[in-house]
């Protein structure tokens, strides 16, 4: 008996990007948050895992600008997948939209096949909880610990290339990331995450946030493609943790070092 293949992996729908995406996410990349993106000269010519930090509440504009100035770049030549919990994937509306532009579940399955396919992948460990993060944390790469994405790598046989922002946490002030509102209320462990977090923003001055609970501000993001990070592509490297710590915590330091880099750039928030 063969096994039945699974189904092509496709890129963002070209006739939604061209007609909808495109005309929207040019005006807030160049006039709405005034993006500067640099760093294209560092992304190898493989397929790679991208690996960086978002913000902005559960609205996070710095990786949607990403994703579109990736696909602006390289004009749909070299397609890059960003990824988004299994749940919002599952939201009626929502989850179509997703696929409209290219993004894919934040799984192993959905990941290797991807980077398979030739296709690059960003992922953003630290998740909701990285997107949640105080304001007062908003110049930190945060990734929680989430290791998975170094033993992606390796078995993929792919380049991590780290990636640096800043500007997306000015989009919206989180005054409490809620962490005792989540366990409290148990909507936390319903929704699968960790906080429910207290915002400040337009047009709600205070706010929870549990589903979009503002409009983002016109905040100044600035991002960067840092030097790549080669691993050992041996498969049994990804059981072993002190080779597993030493690339996470080489792509964490590198994060911090860009965002560290790009924060200096910050005359002040929200402005830039």
């Known amino acids: 008996m063969t096994t039945p293949k699974a189904p092509s992996l496709r890129g963002p729908n ?78 009626p509306g929502l989850g179509d939209y997703f696929r409209a532009v290219g993004v894919i579940p934040a799984s192993r399955q959905g990941v290797t096949d991807a980077l398979a396919a030739g296709h690059d992948v960003v992922v953003w460990p630290g998740g909701e909880q990285d997107s949640m993060r105080h304001w007062r944390h908003r110049d930190k790469a945060m990734l929680f610990g989430r290791k998975g994405f170094v033993r992606q790598a390796i078995r993929s046989g792919v380049p991590i290339v780290p990636v640096a922002t800043v500007g997306g946490h000015d989009t919206v002030f989180v005054l409490s990331e809620g962490r005792f509102l989540a366990r409290w209320t148990g909507l936390g462990k319903r929704l699968r995450g960790a906080t429910m977090p207290i915002i400040a923003g337009f047009p709600f001055p205070l706010a929870v946030e549990i589903l979009p609970a503002h409009v983002p501000l016109p905040a100044k993001i600035r991002t960067e493609f840092l030097d790549p990070i080669r691993v050992d592509t041996d498969p049994a490297r990804a059981d072993d943790r002190d080779y597993v710590d030493k690339v996470y915590d080489e792509v964490e330091g590198a994060i911090q070092d860009g965002m560290d880099r790009l924060a200096k750039r910050r005359s002040f928030p929200v402005l830039g």
């Open 14 to 91: 070209e006739t939604f990007m061209r007609y909808v995406q495109n005309p929207v996410f040019n005006f807030l990349c160049d006039h709405y948050f005034r993006l500067e993106i640099d760093g294209w000269h560092r992304i190898p010519d493989e397929p790679s895992l991208l690996i960086g930090i978002h913000s902005g509440g559960s609205l996070t504009m710095d990786a949607w600008t990403l994703v579109h100035s990736w696909h602006r770049h390289f004009e749909g030549r070299r397609i890059l997948h960003g990824t988004a919990h299994d749940l919002l994937m599952a939201t």
